[in-house]
């Protein structure tokens, strides 16, 4: 899933500022910028009945939570498929870890078939 909150500040011509002072502290300022961002997973309820309540008084629109939020079942199944991934091998993260820092090295193909008298 993923917030769609910012996109129809913009479609409107509004910004998450506007939003927040329209709400008047009952949606803490941050909350409403990382909601705009998309980057927040949880928000209760309440959050939810007065982002939709402001947004309605900004605009003179009528707004449903299926108006903020957007469902894509392949979005759902890449991180489906990322968790299994990292299940099936825990380690991996600190594979790359090391990697990156130079710890170890990736060890090219060609050099691998040299060394073991392989033609590529």
């Known amino acids: 899933m993923?917030?769609?909150?910012?996109?129809?500040?913009?479609?409107?011509?509004?910004?998450?500022?506007?939003?927040?002072g329209q709400l008047n502290g009952k949606v803490?300022?941050?909350?409403?910028y990382a909601i705009a961002r998309g980057d927040t997973?949880?928000?209760?309820?309440?959050t939810l009945g007065h982002l939709l309540s402001a947004l309605g008084e900004l605009t003179g629109q009528r707004y449903t939570v299926g108006d903020l939020l957007e469902y894509s079942p392949e979005e759902e199944s890449a991180e489906a498929e990322t968790a299994a991934t990292l299940a099936d091998h825990p380690d991996i993260l600190d594979r790359v870890e090391r990697l990156e820092s130079g710890a170890v090295r990736m060890i090219p193909l060609e050099e691998v078939a040299a060394k073991y008298g392989v033609k590529l």
């Open 41 to 46: 997973d949880r928000v209760d309820r309440a």
């Open 2 to 20: 993923r917030w769609r909150l910012g996109e129809i500040l913009q479609a409107r011509g509004l910004t998450a500022y506007k939003l927040a």
């Open 28 to 32: 803490n300022r941050n909350s409403v």
